[in-house]
């Protein structure tokens, strides 16, 4: 496996295009913090955002998790760029020729699909636990290491995308189109989304909906803007209450487990079938 990641990260590396825009994501990352400094200043009325527990244990993870996925897209231009680039470049007959299998191809590129989740996950982590003990107004052990699961569905939120993001490399062979196709996608599910509701029950509809691919990675992370204190009071004094269910549950981690490995199977099935 490391002769593998060996492989496919010199590739990377040489490719100026993925490297400015690796270097750039996890830059961009670090820009969370930037969300300490913003000052609203209305009429009389004065705060800074870090000062309205943006920033407070253990609710930093929910709120970095959830912004910090919206940055994926720079990933995923660099992994769609790393499987069209073999068509292009002509390196993926040149490997089978070096003698890598057809299976060894594309294990080579879901293990960067799982680096790339990992270093990410890891990534906020560190930049969260940072934020958290200048910011937070608590400190306590016990607090500071709760609600760690969002970090799991941000992995898993990360492999699943990544995966399909691989998959249209492989189907499509061109960046922009497989991108393209993304977007598509994106249109297709909000459009199936809301004739469900249209024609189903609420219930019925939103669990349909769920199983599909890209909604079942944003139900990982749920919005953590309703579960700030500020935003409870504001609903409470106008006799409304947000009663929403922000935990992180196994079955919607095992819809997006069962896709990434649809993605990644067929993408294999795609290149054996493949005439190269």
């Given at each position: ?51 309205q527990g943006i920033f407070n244990f253990p609710y ?47 294990l080579s590129k879901f293990l960067t699909v799982v ?85 189903l029950d609420s219930n019925i509809a939103n669990g ?69």
């Amino acid at each position: 496996m490391k002769r593998l990641l060996q492989i496919e990260f010199i590739k990377l590396w040489n490719n100026r295009a993925s490297r400015v825009l690796t270097i750039a994501y996890f830059i961009l990352l670090t820009f969370i913090a930037l969300f300490a400094t913003i000052k609203f200043d209305i009429g009389d009325v004065h705060f800074q955002l870090a000062d309205q527990g943006i920033f407070n244990f253990p609710y930093i993870w929910h709120f970095n998790t959830y912004i910090a996925a919206f940055f994926k897209l720079f990933l995923a231009i660099v992994i769609v760029s790393m499987m069209s680039n073999e068509y292009s470049n002509k390196t993926i007959k040149q490997n089978l020729i070096d003698g890598l299998s057809k299976k060894e191809f594309i294990l080579s590129k879901f293990l960067t699909v799982v680096v790339f989740s990992i270093i990410s996950t890891i990534f906020i982590f560190v930049v969260s636990l940072i934020l958290g003990m200048i910011y937070s107004d608590y400190t306590e052990l016990s607090i500071i290491f709760s609600d760690l699961e969002y970090f799991l569905a941000f992995f898993v939120k990360l492999l699943g995308f990544f995966s399909f993001c691989l998959f249209l490399g492989m189907f499509v062979k061109r960046s922009a189109f497989a991108l393209g196709f993304l977007i598509l996608w994106q249109v297709f599910e909000g459009i199936f989304y809301g004739l469900a509701h249209w024609q189903l029950d609420s219930n019925i509809a939103n669990g349909i909906s769920r199983f599909l691919p890209l909604e079942a990675m944003s139900n990982l992370i749920k919005e953590p803007f309703s579960r700030l204190g500020a935003v409870q009071s504001v609903a409470s004094q106008v006799g409304e209450s947000i009663t929403k269910d922000y935990s992180v549950h196994w079955y919607e981690i095992l819809i997006v487990l069962v896709w990434t490995f649809i993605f990644i199977y067929l993408s294999f099935a795609l290149l054996k079938k493949r005439d190269l």
